[in-house]
């Protein structure tokens, strides 16, 4: 006899050795809120999608959006704030509809991917977020500079002390230090709360793909 | 929530509790882990209720609950993992100790299924309750041959601890 009929047969032995849970002691379970991944995954989206919503009006209400007003840049800014909007509505129903998918009914492996494409959504609207934030520091810097007649006056200077280069490249350096910093500390961030939350889900998915191998 | 279908539900979770404790007992060490994984199966079959159907028996619809959620949707709490390290220290003694009897053969055997990841185990747990390659193999998700394979895989892993 091979040893798992060997266990089977045990296993089916007897019932008894099991606790016996009253009816009020279920019910009273019924009762309680979950503490599952998927709960703390869709806590963890709605704070990511309110971070960067908080982050918009934060900034509309710096001395730096005002600097960008008195530089007229209305023709720009109002469709980028239109579209952000609309990826932030595209995203979330996305996010929405992903999230209501995930069926604890559904096979294990379909489980699994729902609740992976999920969080992918979230991930590709900061990932969104990040790449707009880049391309919008950068247009942003150019504009401001090109505008900004303290700026021309350094600028000036510099080109009379034969510096242009150097003005430029320490700009530039500058401006990738910041982002790389902001960058950073939101990727490091991300790492440990999914890092976390999701590896043992990661670990039985590739459990599970591997078998089709 | 409608008055009836908790009734209906707690009446029969009551009746077929058996199948989430044996979920339990495979996936968690000590009494705390295994009252607090109950709770979240509990929830779960709850919350999947209103959605489950007559047509499928309530124990089947229960085995993928209880596998998904044990699988998937728990999260652990730091206890069980230190539980689980002592375990394994204590296997390794019990089976230098190892001896012929069927009862030893048992306790060897069970505290080497404990160690199975934790697919390997949902796959254990779904033959141990003599479920085919079918059903096994649409629980999980897998197709019908690699559950089989994966499967003997798995004899062979448990053979290999019995006789080293």
Known sequence: MDELDLLKKDWNKDDSTYPKLSYNEIYKMILKKSSSIVKWIFIISLLEFGFWLALSFLLKGTAYSSKMESLNMNHILIPITVISYAVLIYFFYLFYKNYRNISATDSSKKLMENIIKTRKTVKYYVIFNLASLV???CIGAFYGFSHNPEFSDKLQLASANGEVFKFYALLFIVTIIILAIVIGVLLLFYWLIYGILLKRLNQNYKELKKLEV | MNKELEHN???????HQNIVHKVCRLYTNNQDAHNDLFQEITIQLWKAYPKFRGDAKFSTWMYRVGLNTA?????????????QNFEGVEFKIKAEVYDDTEEQQLKILYKAVHQLNDIEKALVFLYLEDKDYREISETLGISEVNARVKMNRIKTKLRTILNP
């Open chain 1, 135 to 137: 391309v919008g520091a």
């Open chain 2, 9 to 15: 539900f707690v009446k029969l979770l009551e009746q």
């Open chain 2, 71 to 83: 699988i998937t949707l728990y999260r652990k709490s730091k206890r069980s993992i230190n539980t």
